[in-house]
């Protein structure tokens, strides 16, 4: 199984991809890598992170099973769901393009406002409620069993985070385990 060289750095601290939600962009210690190759960023457009690829919601139909059916299987170094799966009524698909798209050892960072916050509640278009047990279910279910190489991920980070009690988040780092 291939391994990323900044895969370990960001296991090793787990906070430190959350600086790229904060400040827009890439974290120097990515940024200035330029072995790195793509690094997708799914949301919407207002949100951007320099130096990703944005992938714009609704422009991008993440509900589809194949949603990224033009990006080649184990192309992407990592990718960054910013406000996102919230939004799909099925993130699942999303989540096994996702898993074919990127290279093994690759990060997936993704953030999503926990389910019983009012961050979730308060916006109507909001679809699926996420905590923190959601990616342990996902990923260990027996009821998920079927699909199992649909989702080839082991969880690398899982914490609800906040600047308030009203805007609850639930920050995750899935790693892509081939």
């Given at each position: 199984m291939?391994?990323?060289d900044y895969c370990d750095d960001v296991i090793d601290r787990p906070l430190a991809f959350f600086e790229m939600g904060m400040a827009r962009g890439l974290p120097e210690w990515?940024?200035?890598?330029?072995?790195?190759?793509t690094i997708?960023?799914?949301?919407?457009g207002a949100k951007n992170i320099i130096g990703?690829?944005?992938?714009?919601?609704?422009?991008?139909?993440?509900?589809?099973?194949?949603?990224?059916?033009?990006?080649?299987?184990?192309?992407?170094?990592?990718?960054?769901?910013?406000?996102?799966?919230?939004?799909?009524?099925?993130?699942?698909?999303?989540?096994r393009e996702v898993?074919?798209?990127?290279?093994?050892?690759?990060?997936?960072?993704?953030?999503v406002?926990?389910?019983?916050?009012?961050?979730?509640?308060?916006d109507l278009d909001h679809k699926t409620a996420f905590?923190?047990?959601?990616w342990k279910t996902l990923l260990s279910s027996e009821y998920y069993e079927k699909d199992k190489k649909g989702f080839p991920f082991k969880l690398g980070?899982?914490?609800?985070?906040?600047?308030?009690?009203?805007?609850?988040?639930?920050?995750?780092?899935?790693i892509k385990t081939g």
């Open positions: 291939e391994n990323l990515i940024s200035s890598d330029d072995r790195l190759g997708l960023h799914l949301g919407p990703t690829v944005p992938m714009e919601f609704p422009t991008w139909d993440f509900d589809k099973p194949e949603c990224l059916s033009e990006i080649p299987d184990n192309s992407c170094v990592g990718a960054i769901a910013t406000h996102l799966l919230e939004h799909l009524a099925d993130p699942r698909h999303l989540i898993g074919r798209v990127l290279k093994d050892g690759a990060p997936f960072n993704i953030i406002p926990h389910g019983k916050s009012d961050l979730f509640i308060q905590n923190l047990e959601t980070f899982n914490a609800i985070m906040g600047i308030t009690e009203s805007n609850v988040v639930v920050v995750t780092q899935l």
